[in-house]
T-cell receptor
Framework: RKEVEQDPGPFNVPEGATVAFNCTYS??????FFWYRQDCRKEPKLLMS???SGNEDGRFTAQLNRASQYISLLIRDSKLSDSATYLC????????????FGSGTRLSIRP | EPEVTQTPSHQVTQMGQEVILRCVPI?????FYWYRQILGQKVEFLVS????????KSEIFDDQFSVERPDGSNFTLKIRSTKLEDSAMYFC??????????FGDGTRLSIL
């Protein structure tokens, strides 16, 4: 089983739509969880951390289910600028440790 | 917002040559990392660095690779004798204590 697994997509949705991405991770000892976005040939940029209680940042909502080892990201009222690859990222231990990237889910928003 | 900066943005090198990739983390970062991303593949961890020593490294980070932070600001990745398969985007990242990692804009390394 892959350490972090995501549906590669692509998701092609109209502007204004709501879209959801899912991610599963294999290491039950994982302590930190993130969504990053990556534009073509650019660096990963932190979108949001994911907390056990779930958290929201504007149009973006992230959920974590530790029992199922499952992370989700919901984007409401999608914009053209949301087109990117969304990376599910899991951090096993402490600040000093590596973070593990999923392969990413590609999202394309059409006008 | 302060940024992690990397130089050069693109490096073209002959196979077998040494390359040094440079990174300037944000000043309050304590933990430093190198990752790489081969075109079309996922981001892969190479090495983490804390308190002037390597804290963790991956299988990719073999004897051809080394890191150092000689002057307390620049964080460098050296590849001693490059191979064709070293061609990739190399990302530096930094983090404060219990903070998410923030990435530099990367160096594209092309080995000919």
């Amino acid at each position: 089983r892959k350490e972090v697994e995501q549906d590669p997509g692509p998701f092609n949705v109209p502007e204004g739509a709501t879209v959801a991405f899912n991610c599963t991770y294999s290491n039950s000892a994982s302590q930190s969880f993130f969504w990053y976005r990556q534009d073509c040939r650019k660096e990963p940029k932190l979108l949001m951390s994911v907390y056990s209680s779930g958290n929201e940042d504007g149009r973006f909502t992230a959920q974590l289910n530790r029992a199922s080892q499952y992370i989700s990201l919901l984007i409401r009222d999608s914009k053209l600028s949301d087109s990117a690859t969304y990376l599910c990222v899991v951090g096993p231990y402490s600040s000093a440790s590596k973070i593990i990237f999923g392969s990413g889910t590609r999202l394309s928003i059409r006008p | 917002e302060p940024e992690v900066t990397q130089t050069p943005s693109h490096q073209v090198t002959q196979m077998g040559q040494e390359v040094i990739l440079r990174c300037v983390p944000i000043s309050n970062h304590l933990y430093f990392y190198w990752y790489r991303q081969i075109l079309g593949q996922k981001v892969e961890f190479l090495v983490s660095f804390y308190n002037n020593e390597i804290s963790e490294k991956s299988e990719i980070f073999d004897d051809q690779f080394s890191v150092e932070r000689p002057d307390g600001s620049n964080f460098t990745l050296k590849i001693r004798s490059t191979k064709l398969e070293d061609s990739a985007m190399y990302f530096c990242a930094g983090a404060g204590n219990n903070q998410p990692q923030h990435f530099g804009d990367g160096t594209r390394l092309s080995i000919l």
